[in-house]
């Protein structure tokens, strides 16, 4: 049976990069450490090693999507303009899933 061509690990980073920005959003001052996100990607039968969420945390960081700060092993993001408008589809940020159009 074929894949297809599919490289599986790049379509899960960039679902868990999508689903990273989505929990930042549901919050009320758009922040999550690492360790909370490290939860709510296993929610998505994401379970990955802290340095894994931390480098996909660093790509969206990179382009400008979330602001990152250390404290101590964990990451915390907060959700910039740009991470939301790749939300509201406004724009296409590379490497991140698209979110679904919104239903009417």
């Not at 980073?13 to 296993?42: F, H, P, V, W, Y």
Request: glycine share 4%; hydrophobic share 40%; no cysteine.
């Amino acid at each position: 049976m074929s894949n297809l061509g599919i490289d599986w690990a790049k379509v899960r980073r960039e679902r868990a990069r999508l689903i990273i920005l989505k929990a930042l959003a549901e919050q009320t001052n758009g922040t999550l450490d690492s360790s909370m996100i490290e939860e709510i990607l296993a929610i998505f039968t994401i379970r990955e090693e802290r340095v894994w969420i931390h480098e996909q945390m660093e790509y969206l960081e990179r382009r400008e999507a979330v602001n990152l700060t250390s404290a101590g092993s964990v990451k915390i993001a907060t959700l910039t303009k740009v991470g939301r408008r790749h939300l509201d589809r406004d724009i296409a940020i590379e490497g991140v899933t698209r979110p679904s159009e919104p239903e009417n």
